[in-house]
Each structure stands twice: as C-alpha cells, then as structure tokens.
C-alpha cells in the first residue's frame, strides 16, 4: 500500500489526515504558515486519488498511517486530521498514545449520526454552498478522481463507526474544532465528540462548513498554532500574511 506525502519546513513533525475524497491540496491554505514553525506532512490517503485504484476499507486506511510513520522513522508527533481524516487520526491517539504529542480533530468523523449514505450524499451537495467558492474546483476535483464506487462504499463504512469507546481512551491534549455551518456532520457532533475526551478543548468557527480549514484558514491557522506550540518554549507570533486563496 502506497502512501504518498509532501513535506514543507522545519520543526517538531505535524502530519495532516484529509478526509474522504481529499488529497494533500486541502490543506494548501493551512500549510505555508504552519511550516514556519513545524515540520509539516501532507500524506494522500491511499486508494483515492485515482477512480481506477484498488479499494482500501477504512480499516486498511486506518492502519495505513502508523505503518507509514514506522516508514518515516517518526516515533512521536502532532496530528491534525480533518473528517474521515480525524477518525484516523482519532485511533492512532487512543491506541498508540505515546506516539502523539497533540491531536486536533477538524469536523471529525466518529460520533454516530442519524442518516444513511443516500442521505450523507445529499448533505454533501447541500454543503458546497457553505464552500468557499475557490475551494470549490478542488472538492469535484478530488471527488471526480476518487470516483463514486470508493466514495459510497466508504461512505457506508464511515456511517457504521462508533468511535465513543476510543475518544474515552485518549489521554493527550485535543483540541475538536468545527464549522459552525457544518451540514455533513453538524456542530453539536462536535461538542459532544470534545465532552467524551478527558483532556479535550472545542472551538466553533463561525462562517465555516465542513471544510473550516478552507473556509477559515486564517481563524484555523491561528486556532492550530496556539495549540500545537502550548507546551513549548514561548515563541513570537508568525508575521501577519496576505492570505493567497
């Protein structure tokens, strides 16, 4: 199983976990000031990146990334996962929890929801207008490439998980942040998802959808770095950017 990665900066390591029909280009937004300061790994989930690859189950995905971090040599780091992305993220925390420091969950999958794939299908499209318009062209585009055999059956499998005995298990600090325009999985998941793990934060982000990295990076940039630098030596604050998206 092939897992393929851009690297960027220098720093303490910060892996990103994009969710279903995603790709590295999601977090084109977040990563250039996060590299000031980190280490920052932007892996493409195996098996959905072209329509014609062979399907990989969520548990083969989940598997992938502790597999590719033994790959990387990287025994211990910070992780940022985003929807089918968070829950991944999510199971190395509370199975493996001496190989994260800090875990953020982006509009995660993993609270049990009220709907079925046709149902979920129908949110997604409800959602783009909660997109920012420029993000737009990426998620068809990813979509398109993942193709829609893997997108419904791994839609079924994402609406089967439980992941409430796990969020109990883990012990790192969480910070859970969600979109306040979220219609795929809608904040109150979120709030619940945070009050089930013992050292967790939550921070709604106003004017934000599911993709509230997109929507919001500049709130979510400053959100992710707060965070991940908490237990480190006090460091100034990154210079202010233009934003280029």
């Known amino acids: 199983m092939t897992l393929n990665y851009v690297t960027i900066g220098s720093g303490p390591p910060l892996i990103f976990v994009h969710g279903l029909a995603g790709s590295n280009r999601w977090w084109a937004r977040n990563s250039e ?7 920052v790994y932007l892996i493409d989930l195996p098996g959905l990146q072209r329509a014609k690859e062979k399907y990989h189950p969520l548990a083969a995905l989940v598997d992938s990334l502790p597999a590719w971090l033994d790959l ?6 910070n992780l940022v996962g985003h929807s089918m992305g968070g829950y991944i993220a999510l ?10 420091t800090r875990l953020a969950l982006l509009d995660s999958v993993g609270m049990p929801t009220q709907t079925n794939t046709l149902g979920m299908m129908g949110r997604v499209l ?9 993000f737009i062209p990426t998620v068809i585009g990813d979509g398109l490439r993942t193709g829609p055999p893997t997108l419904l059956r791994l839609t079924d ?18 910070l859970v942040m969600w979109g306040t325009r979220d219609t795929l999985l809608p904040a109150k998941l979120g709030r619940r998802m945070a009050a089930l793990i013992p050292n967790a934060s939550f921070k709604l982000v106003p004017r934000a ?5 997109a929507d919001q990076p500049l709130k979510v940039n400053r959100y992710l770095r707060d965070f991940f630098i908490a237990d480190r030596a006090e460091l100034p604050a990154p210079q202010s950017h233009q934003e280029l998206f």
């Open 126 to 134: 409800k959602g783009i207008r909660h997109s920012s318009p420029s």
């Open 209 to 213: 959808g599911h993709n509230v990295m």
């Open 91 to 100: 199971h190395l925390a509370a199975t493996a929890p001496a190989r994260v």
């Open 33 to 39: 000031m996060l590299s000031k300061e980190f280490t």
């Open 72 to 77: 990387l040599n990287l025994e211990r780091v």
């Open 157 to 174: 499998e994402i609406l089967a998980v439980d992941a409430r005995p796990l969020l109990r298990e883990i012990r790192v600090p969480t």
